[in-house]
């Protein structure tokens, strides 16, 4: 009972978060609040944006662009956000707006390149959605011209920032259940969450099950074994409703095992339309699953950890079993159970802030020169890239198209 009640109270927090007061917003201060501005009306980026910086007292969403005007003035309108660009040339507008400090990139796939790259030569910082890019040379464009420019750049791995998914970490490595043997990450969505006219499922914009739900499993992986694959075992895609997904090359969902050093095996099942299964019913399957020499550690719901998640830890080191399931709200709780050190600076956040929110916390730590309780780094975006690259040649569809864009000469 306790447990629905924290549920209906996170619930509630999430969506209507108390509001922090832009306490430090005097223009004359130097720690004025960062202003976002957002490119495109994107699905996304109230979950991701809008509401994390209601809580957030540095940070005010200040712009958006959309190619429409109506919607644009219509988001702008339900969401508070004050500047408004539009029409074909409204993205850079808002790009070439100098009180921006910061952009938010939740284009389709494929445009990821180019408006992060203009958002770069512009001079503003960029948060881009996942997967960054359409392949690893793209991304190593875009990290290269963050570095030249002194401006951050973060792919947004929303759930590496939740502090579930770190004590998972701290587990596997405190050497608890000793060596990792295997780990299976699934990331399903069932039938109808997605529609078929869907940018995931349109192979010009970048789209595809890997793409979308294959890089948080990937990515996953690589964090949980602190390691890249050595090889992709097998990789097979399946098609959306009846085509043929050797001519479309768009994956309605993906299952692939890869071979990681130490002789660990990884699998991962990646689905944008799972086939509905009712008895019990099953909308979504999201957990990782890692098997040791000792034990197992099992996290359900690894992407959206702050509805509902549960760690269980099955330690078959002694002589007996003994199981135990956690909650991970917030960093408090780590600091309980395992000591973990957390930046002085940074908060230890809320069991109500979303892996958003969590995220929002370290950029905005990152951009104010303060440590960041953890990060996505640039090799670790690229290296992400890289793999889905190689699962998709594995899987006999190819890298999805690279972006039509080229840097100007300088
Ligand atoms: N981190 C996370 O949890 C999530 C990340 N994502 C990522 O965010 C990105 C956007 O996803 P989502 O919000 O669902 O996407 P939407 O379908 O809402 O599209 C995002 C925006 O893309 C713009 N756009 C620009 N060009 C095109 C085009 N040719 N066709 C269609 N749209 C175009 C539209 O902008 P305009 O308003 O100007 O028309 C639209 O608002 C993806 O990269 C996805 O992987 C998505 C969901 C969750
Ligand atoms: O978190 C997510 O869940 C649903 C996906 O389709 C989306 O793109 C992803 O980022």
Not at 193 to 201: A, E, G, H, P
């Given at each position: 009972m306790s447990d629905l009640i924290s549920l209906v109270k996170r619930i509630y927090q999430i969506f209507s978060p108390p509001t922090q007061p832009k306490s430090i917003a005097e223009e004359s201060s130097n720690l004025r609040p960062i202003r976002f501005g957002i490119l495109g009306a994107a699905n996304i980026a109230p979950s991701a944006l809008i509401i994390p910086a209601k809580s957030h007292p540095e940070v005010i969403v200040y712009a958006v662009a959309a190619r429409d005007q109506e919607k644009a003035e219509q988001f702008a309108r339900k969401h508070g956000i004050s500047k408004v660009y539009s029409g074909s040339d409204g993205y850079q507008q808002l790009l070439d707006d100098p009180d921006i400090d910061a952009v938010y990139n939740p284009l389709p796939n494929k445009l990821h390149f180019e408006w992060t790259m203009k958002a770069l030569l512009a001079g503003k910082h960029v948060l881009c959605e996942k997967p960054i890019a359409d392949t690893a040379d793209e991304a190593r464009q875009m990290f290269n011209l963050a570095e030249k420019k002194g401006l951050v750049l973060l792919e947004s791995f929303h759930y590496r920032f939740h502090p579930a998914i770190q004590r998972v970490k701290t587990i596997l490595d405190s050497g608890e259940l000793g060596k990792i043997k295997s780990i299976d990450a699934k990331l399903c969505l069932c039938a109808g969450?997605?529609?078929?006219?869907?940018?995931?499922?349109d192979l010009n914009l970048g789209g595809g099950a890997a793409m979308d739900l294959g890089c948080y499993t990937l990515n996953s992986i690589r964090y949980l074994t602190s390691s890249n694959p050595t090889s992709v075992i097998s990789a097979t895609p399946h098609p959306l409703k009846s085509a043929n997904v050797l001519e479309t090359k768009i994956d309605r969902a993906m299952n692939a095992t890869l071979e990681l050093p130490n002789n660990v095996i990884a699998t991962l099942e990646v689905d944008l339309a799972m086939p509905w299964e009712f008895f019990p019913p099953k909308p979504v399957k999201i957990w990782i699953e890692v098997k040791c020499e000792g034990g197992q550690v099992e996290l359900m719901n690894f992407v959206g950890p702050t509805f509902w998640h549960t760690l269980k830890v099955t330690n078959k080191a002694g002589e007996t079993v003994t199981t135990r399931t956690e909650k991970v709200y917030k960093f408090a709780d780590a600091h309980i159970d395992n000591g973990a050190e957390h930046p002085k600076n940074s908060s230890l956040g809320e069991d109500w802030w979303l892996t958003y929110r969590y995220q929002l916390e370290a950029l905005v730590d990152r951009l104010r020169n303060r440590t960041p309780q953890t990060w996505v780094t640039r090799e670790d975006s690229v290296d992400n890239m890289e793999w889905i690259e190689k699962i998709y040649e594995k899987a006999g569809i190819g890298s999805r198209p690279k972006a039509d864009y080229e840097l100007p000469a300088e």
């Open positions: 969450l997605v529609k078929d006219s869907d940018i995931r499922f």
